[in-house]
């Protein structure tokens, strides 16, 4: 189906472990990111990527790694999670060559739970 | 630095009043400028963009560069508006959000 994915939905991990969260797009967008969801502080950008292999720091990306070795996925991996990192995580899309400025396309969101 | 704010948390109204839901942008250049809406339990969606000057479910926004402004307004706000808006700026390839604004429409 076309869309933007994100897994898994639902995720509790322990501190100190490390976390994969998956996002996946069949547009071929070329833009891609990543946000975190908190009360008080809105939508916070915490990387993104503008091409395959072409990744850069948004505002809170300490803790955070990703990568972008295919168009169509975007992983975000937290390398040893503290709880400060406990949060609703989404991913989006947007964007193509010559269009860079269009709509972003959002996944469902991944509730992560760091205990 | 590149902002976007939205000053009020929460804006409580009742069915049938106008509603008007403040944005002010603090950059450099000329951002694309959005607002997205997210109702309970979902994923952001766009509702409207600045380039587009269109109305969807009845909200308009215009863009105001001489205050930085893009607010959003509806003249009569129904119970199903209720839900968490974003306004977004799109600019120096990456989408900055304000910290949005819960709108609670009471019957």
């Known amino acids: 189906d076309a869309g933007i994915t994100q897994s898994p939905r639902y995720k509790i991990t322990e501190t100190g472990r490390q976390v994969t969260l998956m996002c996946h797009q069949t547009?071929?967008?070329?833009?891609m990111f990543w946000y975190r969801q908190d009360l008080g502080h809105g939508l916070r950008l915490i990387y993104y990527?503008?091409?395959?292999?072409?990744?850069d720091k948004g505002e809170v990306p300490d803790g955070y790694v990703v990568s972008r070795s295919k168009t169509e996925n975007f992983p975000l991996t937290l390398e040893s999670a503290t709880r400060s990192q406990t949060s609703v995580y989404f991913c989006?899309?947007?964007?193509?060559?010559?269009?860079?400025?269009?709509?972003?396309?959002f996944g469902q969101g991944t509730r992560l739970t760091v205990v | 630095a590149q902002r976007v704010t939205q000053p009020e948390k929460l804006l409580s109204v009742f069915k049938g009043a106008p509603v008007e839901l403040k944005c002010n942008y603090s950059?450099?250049?000329?951002?694309?400028l959005f607002w997205y809406v997210q109702y309970s339990r979902q994923r952001l969606q766009l509702l409207l963009r600045h380039i587009s000057r269109e109305s969807i479910k009845g909200f308009t926004a215009d863009l105001n560069k001489g205050e930085t402004s893009f607010h959003l307004k509806k003249p009569f706000a129904q119970e199903e508006d209720s839900a968490m808006y974003y306004c977004?700026?799109?600019?120096?390839?990456?989408?900055?959000f304000g910290k949005g604004t819960m709108l609670l429409v009471s019957p």
């Open positions: 989006a899309s947007g964007g193509g060559t010559g269009a860079p400025n269009t709509e972003a396309f």
């Open positions: 547009w071929s967008h070329s833009y």
């Open positions: 977004a700026a799109w600019a120096y390839s990456t989408l900055t």
């Open positions: 990527s503008a091409a395959a292999d072409i990744t």
């Open positions: 950059y450099s250049g000329s951002p694309e």
